[in-house]
């Protein structure tokens, strides 16, 4: 699982409390994930993952489809053993 390194939120619990009450109370402003990114990159990349592993299974022959499908089905087992 990848880790998750665009969180703005605090991981401890306590803190995550407080950060959500004060949103709540309008003490502080609420989390907004996207502040900060052009809005117009968010929707060209967004555009682009959507089509991509469609596009590139299309081009793919049955053989290599095959061979992704079985090297991600390892890479998930291995993963799985690890824990």
């Given at each position: 699982m990848m880790?998750?390194?665009?969180?703005?939120?605090?991981r401890d619990v306590n803190a995550l409390a407080k950060q959500l009450v004060d949103e709540a109370t309008g003490a502080q402003a609420k989390y907004d994930p996207d502040e900060g990114k052009d809005p117009a990159a968010v929707a060209?990349?967004?555009?682009?993952?959507?089509?991509?592993?469609?596009a590139r299974a299309a081009k793919m022959t049955?053989?290599?489809?095959?061979?992704?499908?079985?090297?991600?089905?390892?890479?998930r087992w291995a993963a799985d053993r690890q824990r």
């Open positions: 880790p998750d390194r665009s969180r703005k939120r605090p060209l990349g967004r555009k682009g993952g959507l089509k991509g592993g469609k049955a053989e290599e489809r095959s061979a992704a499908a079985r090297k991600a089905s390892q890479a």
